[in-house]
């Protein structure tokens, strides 16, 4: 699983009361998951929901293989960094497109004359 899907899951774990409807500053909302590219970026349409019950396209979601939460319409983006700090705090392996540094490589020493 990458970290955008941990991402993911816990925005419905800890912001959704219905699915994936949630409460904004604004309103309500709810995501529509769309694709997942090759690289793992999640992508999707956030709907609002008037008085009525209708919902209307306000605006998306994309959610980096890392975690990191580019852009998710009525959720405030204090939130979703920390939710992606959490995430990546966590899970720092389950980063499978960033290699680790080499630290072991070994450097002949300068020695002074």
Do not use: W
């Amino acid at each position: 699983m990458t970290n955008a899907q941990l991402v993911l899951e816990k925005i419905k774990a800890t912001l959704c009361h219905e699915g994936t409807s949630y409460k904004g500053k604004s309103g309500t909302y709810m995501f529509v998951e769309g694709k997942t590219t090759s690289e793992g970026t999640i992508n999707g349409v956030v709907k609002k929901f008037d008085d009525q019950g209708a919902s209307k396209t306000a605006g998306s979601f994309k959610i980096l293989e890392d975690g990191t939460v580019m852009r998710f319409t009525g959720i405030a983006t204090k939130t979703s960094r920390d939710i992606t700090a959490s995430i990546q705090s966590e899970m720092p392996d389950a980063n499978p497109g960033q290699e680790a540094e080499d630290t072991t490589e070994q450097q002949p020493e300068a020695i002074a004359v």
